[in-house]
């Protein structure tokens, strides 16, 4: 079975610049999560969808960050325009439904230079 | 809201020797708890997971964790470290809505 598939693994952009991330999850998984993992931190949500409806992006900072998850299945993370702080890893996970256990992709790491 | 703590951000033991990871949690409901590890530059694996029923869990890699109610914890064991298990290692907890909260992590280094 594939797992959570995330594109691309390593990115960098100058600040201001747009940059996008994408993720395939599991066949089958309803519940789909991107997560901000800072360095020597733990993963932070993003935005929690279930299908194809954002479920929690209470997280997301909306001005600059937008996510969206057509037909319930791959996603895509936008950030426009980038800022340094940004740089970080960006997970993305998918589970079978609520409450069940996530997998996680390999993350795509960002730096803004 | 729920919450995680993981005492001890580092933690060193020598190859052979018990490894004991903490994790406490905050939640105002029985909640659902994991183990995750996670090696550089990779995503998080499952290790383990507590959701209802024996409270002493079994994960892979020879890991373990109990729930422990009355001390709102879930310590993560293993008899014997091996110097493959030097890693990240992060607590987790699931509320009712599937929301999961990570704690900050602990860096395990297994000393040879």
């Known amino acids: 079975e594939a797992g959570v598939v995330q594109s691309p693994r390593y990115k960098i952009i100058e600040k201001k610049q747009p940059v996008a991330f994408w993720c395939n999850p599991i066949s089958g998984h309803n519940t789909l999560y991107w997560y901000l993992q800072n360095l020597g931190q733990g993963p932070e949500l993003l935005i929690r969808?279930?299908?194809?409806?954002?479920?929690?992006d209470s997280q997301l900072p909306k001005d600059r960050f937008s996510a969206e998850r057509l037909k319930g299945v791959d996603s895509t993370l936008k950030i426009q325009p980038a800022e340094l702080g940004d740089s970080a890893v960006y997970l993305c996970a998918s589970s079978l439904e609520a409450n069940t256990e996530a997998f996680f992709g390999q993350g795509t790491r960002l730096t803004v230079v | 809201a729920q919450s995680v703590t993981q005492l001890g951000s580092h933690v060193s033991v020598s190859e052979g020797a018990l490894v004991l990871l903490r994790c406490n949690y905050s939640?105002?409901?029985?909640?659902?708890l994991f183990w995750y590890v996670q090696y550089p530059n990779q995503g998080l694996q499952l290790l383990l997971k507590y959701t209802t029923g024996a409270t002493l869990v079994k994960g892979i890699n020879g890991f373990e964790a109990e729930f422990k109610k009355s001390e709102t914890s879930f310590h993560l064991t293993k008899p014997s470290a091996h110097m493959s298990d030097a890693a990240e290692y992060f607590c987790?907890?699931?509320?009712?809505?599937?929301?999961?909260?990570f704690g900050t992590g602990t860096s395990l280094t297994v000393i040879p």
């Open positions: 987790a907890v699931s509320d009712q809505k599937g929301q999961f909260y």
């Open positions: 969808y279930e299908n194809e409806e954002a479920v929690d």
């Open positions: 939640s105002s409901v029985p909640p659902y």
